[in-house]
């Protein structure tokens, strides 16, 4: 099975199937299935971005970098009924404050500009307001190309859960912005304007693989859909009580009503399995067609005009995907790492463009893989870089000498080389 590239784009915040997202997200990458280059929140509360490190930070990978949509008109403090907020307030994390991560574009930006053409996999499965401005982005220091050029050039696919392809046309219910005509069904689905018209503009600027996986996959039910919910969280009950993922489950049950059941639709876990393991004996694609959504919230997928845009559909029945999904959760196995990744290689100063560029490290042992850069000057930490590139503009370059070193997700170091600029 081909080791996928993974940026995350998540929601952590109500709902907990984004922390079973995260679980089931380090296991395979456990398993060696894929690297994950980046997890992105997209809520405008604090914590979430908090609750991504304290989950890092569980499965031993804190150096992974987190980014943050920074758009909106101010951060906001999450509901302490919400999971965020319970796992900033007690599980160690490696930042202290929101504001430690990278800009979600500058993040997002960095990354592709020094990735191999078509090799990273983007799974949405919260809003788009990462991936909206990603889009619409400018060229900047990593890159001369615009958002656009830049994903169609290093994306291999986008994969997002939402809308609805229930015989090829349905109503979104709300990560595409919702439709009107599900309020008598949930307030909540609802049309929102701002999600529908910036997913609108994603489907129809995104220049690579835009493939769905729609309500109907892991919320099967709902409307009268009739297609089968795949539950997934119960088996939960068997990790230890203070295991971050049993922990964000049962306190998302806790604070709306006492319950031992702790079962929750797996629609993000779906979008995310497709994601890293294609269709395999789970999932049927129906893709090389273009998809439709209205300003009022209808999907239509038509495969007569030739295009680059589809969705799945559930091969296998739903409790036998949610049992691997489920399995895939709950993993339990040592991730700790304690073999550093190798040096850098031909590390190089261009004059011309004011950047310090090199080959991008490696790491041989199975489940690690490289994040990030350390750049040293003078012993001091000065820059990450979280490409294969380092622009000098705004770090001081008069004969100095800087140290990099590789960093994998564990957060240990290769061996340091060095370059002077005179």
Same mark, same amino acid.
């Given at each position: 099975?081909?080791?996928?590239?993974?940026?995350?784009?998540?929601?952590?915040?109500?709902?907990?199937?984004?922390?079973?997202?995260?679980?089931?997200?380090?296991?395979?990458?456990?398993?060696?299935?894929?690297?994950?280059?980046?997890?992105?929140?997209?809520?405008?509360?604090?914590?979430?971005?908090?609750?991504?490190?304290?989950?890092?930070?569980?499965?031993?990978?804190?150096?992974?970098?987190?980014?943050?949509?920074?758009?909106?008109?101010?951060?906001?403090?999450?509901?302490?009924?919400?999971?965020?907020?319970?796992?900033?307030?007690?599980?160690?994390?490696?930042?202290?404050?929101?504001?430690?991560?990278?800009?979600?574009?500058?993040?997002?930006?960095?990354?592709?500009?020094?990735?191999?053409?078509?090799?990273? &996999?983007?799974?949405?499965?919260?809003?788009?307001?990462?991936?909206?401005? /990603?889009? $619409? *982005?400018? +060229?900047?220091? !990593?890159?001369?190309?615009?958002?656009?050029?830049?994903?169609?050039?290093?994306?291999?696919?986008?994969?997002?859960?939402?809308?609805?392809?229930?015989?090829?046309?349905?109503?979104?219910?709300?990560?595409?912005?919702?439709?009107?005509?599900?309020?008598?069904?949930?307030?909540?689905?609802?049309?929102?304007?701002?999600?529908?018209?910036?997913?609108?503009?994603?489907?129809?600027?995104?220049?690579?693989?835009?493939?769905?996986?729609?309500?109907?996959?892991?919320?099967?039910?709902?409307?009268?859909?009739?297609?089968?919910?795949?539950? &997934?969280?119960?088996?939960?009950?068997?990790?230890?009580?203070?295991?971050? /993922?049993? $922990? *964000?489950? +049962?306190?998302? !049950?806790?604070?709306?009503?006492?319950?031992?059941?702790?079962?929750?639709?797996?629609?993000?876990?779906?979008?995310?399995?497709?994601?890293?393991?294609?269709?395999?004996?789970?999932?049927?694609?129906?893709?090389?067609?273009?998809?439709?959504?209205?300003?009022?919230?209808?999907?239509?997928?038509?495969?007569?005009?030739?295009?680059?845009?589809?969705?799945?559909?559930?091969?296998?029945?739903?409790?036998?995907?949610?049992?691997?999904?489920?399995?895939?959760?709950?993993?339990?196995?040592?991730?700790?790492?304690?073999?550093?990744?190798?040096?850098?290689?031909?590390?190089?100063?261009?004059?011309?463009?004011?950047?310090?560029?090199?080959?991008?490290?490696?790491?041989?042992?199975?489940?690690?893989?490289?994040?990030?850069?350390?750049?040293?000057?003078?012993?001091?930490?000065?820059?990450?870089?979280?490409?294969?590139?380092?622009?000098?503009?705004?770090?001081?370059?008069?004969?100095?000498?800087?140290?990099?070193?590789?960093?994998?997700?564990?957060?240990?170091?290769?061996?340091?080389?060095?370059?002077?600029?005179?």
């Amino acid at each position: 099975m081909a080791q996928k590239k993974i940026i995350l784009d998540t929601d952590p915040s109500a709902d907990p199937d984004d922390v079973g997202c995260m679980a089931m997200l380090h296991n395979l990458a456990t398993l060696g299935e894929c690297e994950i280059l980046a997890i992105i929140n997209s809520t405008e509360f604090k914590q979430s971005t908090l609750s991504i490190s304290a989950i890092n930070t569980f499965y031993s990978r804190p150096a992974i970098p987190i980014g943050d949509y920074h758009g909106y008109a101010q951060k906001v403090e999450a509901s302490p009924n919400n999971y965020d907020h319970h796992l900033a307030r007690v599980y160690p994390r490696s930042i202290n404050s929101w504001k430690e991560a990278q800009e979600s574009v500058a993040l997002y930006r960095e990354i592709l500009a020094s990735a191999e053409d078509r090799s990273i &996999t983007i799974a949405i499965i919260g809003t788009m307001h990462n991936f909206y401005a /990603l889009l $619409r *982005s400018e +060229e900047d220091a !990593f890159s001369s190309m615009d958002g656009k050029a830049l994903v169609e050039q290093k994306v291999a696919e986008v994969v997002t859960m939402g809308g609805n392809f229930i015989e090829g046309k349905g109503y979104d219910r709300t990560n595409w912005g919702g439709s009107n005509v599900l309020c008598s069904y949930t307030d909540w689905s609802c049309l929102n304007e701002e999600r529908n018209r910036m997913c609108r503009y994603e489907i129809d600027h995104c220049p690579s693989p835009f493939i769905a996986s729609g309500w109907e996959v892991g919320c099967g039910d709902y409307y009268n859909a009739q297609y089968g919910n795949v539950m &997934t969280g119960q088996g939960l009950k068997q990790l230890d009580t203070s295991h971050i /993922l049993r $922990r *964000s489950y +049962e306190y998302h !049950f806790l604070t709306r009503r006492e319950t031992a059941d702790i079962m929750r639709h797996s629609n993000d876990q779906c979008a995310l399995h497709f994601a890293v393991r294609g269709e395999g004996h789970n999932y049927t694609s129906h893709l090389n067609g273009v998809i439709d959504l209205s300003v009022e919230g209808v999907c239509t997928w038509d495969e007569s005009i030739l295009g680059q845009q589809g969705f799945i559909q559930k091969k296998r029945d739903k409790d036998s995907i949610a049992a691997e999904i489920e399995m895939l959760m709950m993993l339990d196995q040592d991730v700790s790492d304690m073999t550093p990744p190798e040096a850098i290689k031909h590390l190089l100063y261009d004059a011309q463009q004011h950047k310090i560029v090199w080959d991008a490290a490696t790491d041989s042992t199975i489940g690690s893989w490289v994040v990030a850069y350390h750049v040293y000057s003078e012993d001091r930490l000065v820059h990450v870089a979280f490409g294969t590139q380092l622009v000098l503009s705004d770090l001081p370059m008069a004969n100095k000498t800087y140290e990099i070193r590789a960093v994998n997700a564990a957060g240990l170091e290769s061996e340091s080389q060095s370059i002077s600029i005179e």
